[in-house]
């Protein structure tokens, strides 16, 4: 199987390893590759060339010929050039959220399929650093084939199953999708994915030439045939077991090879004909989709003879001291970057629905071609070259600039009736989470400023807004003009700034406007409240929930309503990283994680402050000069808010460190706890425990973190306590009652895995420098609950946390010529008879226009998944809300008709079927729909319609199945 691995930014950036600049630092020209490869497949019908990345495909496909691209499609029909997996990227599997996935794949999926005609048949995912449950189960709906090629698992795991034949497997990933998604595993067998040593002819690596000539002196076919048959015959013996046929899968290409295609493909053409004379073996071009073709007949036959796996495949090692588990945190920042850049395209999509012409003022594919590049398993993975990780944010950054405008120009409709000439009235806060934000501090005296907040959720919500301001006065009055009780919160060590908090309630898929002013201070004197602050300990008490708070600040206990009470301590502690010692030479590093020491060194907190008002209480808390923890509790919510903010990590004691947020409570979970896979399913997690093989435990620390996108869960007999993350981070429970995660790592030395530079982000970007470390912040979520009752809470906080309004600031007229604002959205009239578009059991991960915005624009692409799990046992179960779901496809779309609806493949590559009017769809625990909604004419208005008739709730909201029976 010629092949080649073309990283989509590395050691260079996505252009550079294109263009093939900067040899200096790797030799790699992806345009060389793929010019080579067509030649040499045009010379010969048998030869065969099988290709991943397509964010460079398209590139090089944009770049060609007329009658280049007729012979390209002519090879892709014959089979001679296959595509595997097809994604923009090859993407990682442990920082990836799922909706990106999904996301990445489509991009690339659509265009094979609108360049070709053809659906991608298998998946190649040779590098990533370990393989997720979401992933197995997601390939069940998204290949013919429905199987996972793999080139790394943990090597223990890989020498067990050398030794028992069993390097293919039956995966049922998903306890609650059961055989429905079901799919193979295949592990290409080496532990990497390159061939056979001694047979690569790349200008990289020129192993020695097939000499067929007789009369030359290096004459060689003899010697070489031998090896090669003995090469073979090794691999076989991992392979072919009683009943698994006689095919044996070769790799033949590696990372960036093939730039030179002749060399490759003459050698290997005289290498084929040379093995087939000798007899021994029958050896053949041919491509992943072939292979497993042919063997797969072989496999179901054996029927439960084959191995049948229901975990994943995490921690990934590739040696005893070699845990590459450090990569679930690697580069915090950025990956908060990638989290909160996939929130706002969703918005933007969604918005260019509801108002067609903003797309006239932005473009949404920069973005969704950047969060494409962002998901390859060495970009959010954190595994990149500085240098790289720069242009990986730039764009991220430049995306979301051109989706800006959509968003603006969709706002300036909705909230002012009409779409202006220019959508530069509003503008954005970009750097909002470190509370900078232009429009809302140099809000002057006798100014009014709008706020215009998009709720991204199919349901309503209610939560704190949190915007910096240079003057308690601030009054917010709310889209009727009427006065918005808000509190006043001083900055530490900022006297001339503070931070606003109002509420916000915005029902779902719509914007609601509120404005802050200046100008009426009476109303600021009786509206807004300055917190209070004082000293000791403290309790923070909404009347849902109880924090108990010790004198030093800390958290002590959690108390809810109902009087379910556990111990509860938050804490800081950082992991020295090693550099090797005597016993393994391994050091800590981008990939891996390896402390010293089984013990972390606790930071101590040294000063606390408590801040009380009528919306949020908070306990906050320096933990020496370079870590701080801020407790919140807001008014009527059931959980506890965490802000965390970590460096500059120093390094002045010649120390790497990993910075863990631990949460230790009396919660006896014993030696399990639960983590998501990619925000979705939960994975049950055993200290220690390995499910197919015997764990040797030489990483005591690092082989117990997984990776984590969403949250974590602790459990017993009585209560169960779930930590909602923002993030990729790594995520452990080294003790009963106990969740850590790694938030932040600064590293002295590279551990040895390729990239070359040791983990050391600095605040202004430079790496050998004496500039201070990089400093992150971050949130979480902590909510305490009867045990078995909590998922309905921790999974709709999960969906707050990782759907964030997006806000928007524009000068607001003055008082008295001040019409009343508008409350209006794509979804106004619904949600205010139903407080919901869909189920609460389901969640609208994609509304946005077909190939978002390059076609007709009455086609709407919709995407819908059942979060919540049918397995009793865990804590991702409902008793009601685990049950199937049933969604109506109208309720998206209030201010126009649906024509049809046809449902698609998951990633819209083929149509699966005709969905019927009145368009309701079914969706079964952890189900996935693609649906491609055309929209009648009057969709394709610039504008809501203003005072669209209101829906009563009987007609607006989800129907049961009793109704969906009847209708």
Not at 325 to 338: A, E, H, I, M, Q
Not at 424 to 448: I, M, W, Y
Not at 617 to 639: C, F, I, K, M, T
Not at 853 to 878: I, K
Request: with cysteine.
């Amino acid at each position: 199987v010629p092949h080649t691995h073309d990283d989509v930014g590395w050691l260079k950036t996505v252009d550079q390893y294109y263009v093939g600049a900067q040899s200096e630092i790797q030799d790699a020209c992806v345009q060389c590759i793929l010019d080579s490869v067509i030649d040499e497949l045009e010379k010969d019908e048998n030869r065969r060339f099988s290709y991943a990345e397509i964010a460079f495909f398209e590139r090089w496909w944009r770049e060609q010929t007329p009658a280049r691209q007729a012979s390209v499609k002519k090879l892709v029909a014959s089979g001679q050039l296959e595509f595997i997996n097809g994604g923009w990227c090859m993407h990682d599997e442990a920082a990836a959220h799922f909706v990106d996935m999904v996301d990445q794949t489509t991009l690339g999926h659509r265009f094979l399929n609108e360049t070709f005609n053809i659906r991608p048949a298998v998946t190649w995912q040779i590098d990533p650093f370990g393989h997720s449950a979401t992933q197995a189960a997601l390939v069940a709906q998204a290949f013919t084939q429905k199987v996972t090629f793999m080139g790394r698992i943990d090597y223990a795991d890989l020498s067990r199953r050398r030794k028992d034949h069993a390097l293919e497997w039956r995966w049922q990933a998903s306890a609650s999708r059961g055989a429905a998604a079901e799919s193979w595993g295949f592990v290409l067998g080496t532990g990497n994915y390159g061939g056979p040593d001694g047979f690569c002819w790349d200008p990289e690596r020129m192993d020695p030439p097939i000499v067929t000539d007789k009369r030359l002196k290096e004459y060689n076919v003899d010697e070489r045939v031998e090896l090669f048959v003995q090469e073979t015959l090794a691999r076989a013996d991992w392979f072919l077991a009683a009943g698994k046929g006689g095919d044996v899968l070769l790799p033949m290409g590696s990372d960036f090879q093939y730039s030179a295609a002749q060399w490759q493909f003459k050698n290997l053409d005289k290498l084929i004909a040379a093995v087939n004379a000798d007899g021994r073996l029958n050896a053949f071009y041919s491509t992943p989709a072939t292979y497993f073709a042919a063997k797969r007949a072989a496999l179901e036959q054996l029927g439960p003879q084959v191995e049948l796996k229901t975990d994943d495949l995490f921690p990934y090692g590739d040696g005893p001291h070699s845990l590459w588990t450090g990569y679930f945190t690697s580069r915090p920042s950025y990956k908060g970057l990638v989290s909160y850049a996939s929130a706002y395209m969703q918005a933007a999509r969604q918005l260019a629905v509801a108002v067609p012409s903003a797309l006239d003022k932005g473009t949404l594919r920069p973005l969704a071609e950047a969060l494409g590049v962002a998901q390859h398993h060495d970009s959010v993975s954190g595994t990149a070259k500085q240098a790289v990780s720069d242009d990986y944010t730039q764009r991220l950054s430049d995306g979301m600039d051109a989706a800006a405008g959509v968003i603006n120009a969709a706002l300036e409709a909705m909230t002012s009736g009409e779409t202006s000439a220019s959508a530069s009235a509003f503008v954005q806060c970009p750097r909002l989470n470190v509370s900078d934000c232009p429009a809302t501090e140099q809000l002057a005296p006798g100014k009014r400023l709008l706020v215009a907040l998009y709720n991204p959720l199919a349901r309503a919500r209610t939560e704190a807004v949190r915007l910096p301001v240079s003057s308690a006065d601030v009054a917010v009055l709310d889209a009727d003009s009427n006065p918005v009780q808000a509190q006043v919160l001083p900055f530490e060590g900022a006297g001339d700034k503070f931070e606003l908090v109002f509420f916000a309630t915005i029902a779902p898929l719509t914007t609601t406007t509120f404005v802050l002013s200046r100008a009426d201070a009476h109303m600021a004197a009786r509206h807004t409240v300055m917190s209070s602050s004082d000293g000791g300990s403290t309790t923070l008490d909404n009347g849902k929930l109880k924090l108990e708070i010790s004198e030093s600040g800390t958290l002590s206990k959690m108390i809810t309503s109902g009087g379910l009470s556990i111990d509860a301590t938050q804490s800081f502690a950082w992991y020295e990283s090693s550099v090797g010692n005597e016993e393994d030479d391994q050091a800590g590093g981008a990939y891996i994680m390896r402390p010293n020491h089984t013990q972390a060194t606790p930071l101590e907190p040294t000063k606390a402050s408590f801040h009380h008002g009528p919306l949020v209480q908070e306990a906050r808390v320096e933990w020496g000069p370079w870590a701080s923890l801020d407790v919140r509790l807001y008014a009527n919510e059931s959980h506890a808010e965490v802000a965390w903010s970590v460096g500059p990590i120093p390094f002045a004691d010649g120390l790497g460190k990993e910075v863990a947020l631990r949460l230790n409570t009396s919660v006896g979970s014993g030696e399990v706890f639960w983590t998501d896979a990619n925000a979705l399913e939960l994975q049950k997690r055993v200290r220690d425990h390995r499910n197919t093989w015997t764990l040797d435990v030489t990483e005591p620390v690092a082989g117990n973190f997984y990776p984590a996108l969403a949250r974590a869960v602790l459990t017993d007999d009585e209560a169960e306590v779930a930590v909602v993350i923002d993030r990729a981070q790594a995520v452990a429970s080294l003790a009963s009652g106990e969740i850590e995660a790694v938030v932040h790592r600064r590293l002295l030395v590279d551990d040895s895995r390729g990239v070359g530079e040791a983990l050391n982000e600095t605040d202004c970007g430079c790496r050998d420098c004496d500039c201070a470390g990089l400093t992150v912040r971050g949130k979480q979520y902590v909510h305490l609950s009867a045990a078995g009752k909590g998922a309905s809470a921790t999974v709709a906080l999960q969906q707050k946390m990782h759907r964030p309004f997006v806000a928007a600031f524009a000068p607001a007229p003055a008082a008295d010529s001040s019409p009343a604002l508008q409350r209006q959205g794509p979804q106004a009239s619904a949600a205010a008879a139903a407080g919901a578009v869909l189920p609460e059991n389901v969640l609208l991960m994609t509304l946005a226009p077909v190939d978002d915005g390059e076609g007709a624009r009455e086609r709407v692409l919709v995407r819908l998944a059942h979060v919540f799990e049918s397995l009793a046992a865990s804590p991702g179960y409902d008793p009601s809300l685990s049950k199937p779901a049933v969604a109506v496809l109208p309720a998206l779309f209030p201010h126009a008709g649906v024509a049809e609806v046809q449902e698609l493949t998951l990633t819209a590559n083929a149509h699966v079927g005709s969905v019927e009017s009145p368009f309701h769809v079914q969706l079964d625990p952890m189900q996935i729909r693609t649906f491609e909604v055309t929209l009648t004419q009057n969709a394709k208005q610039n504008k809501p319609v203003a005072g669209a008739p209101r829906r009563t709730g009987a007609e607006s909201r989800p129907k049961n199945d009793a109704e969906v029976e009847s209708l």
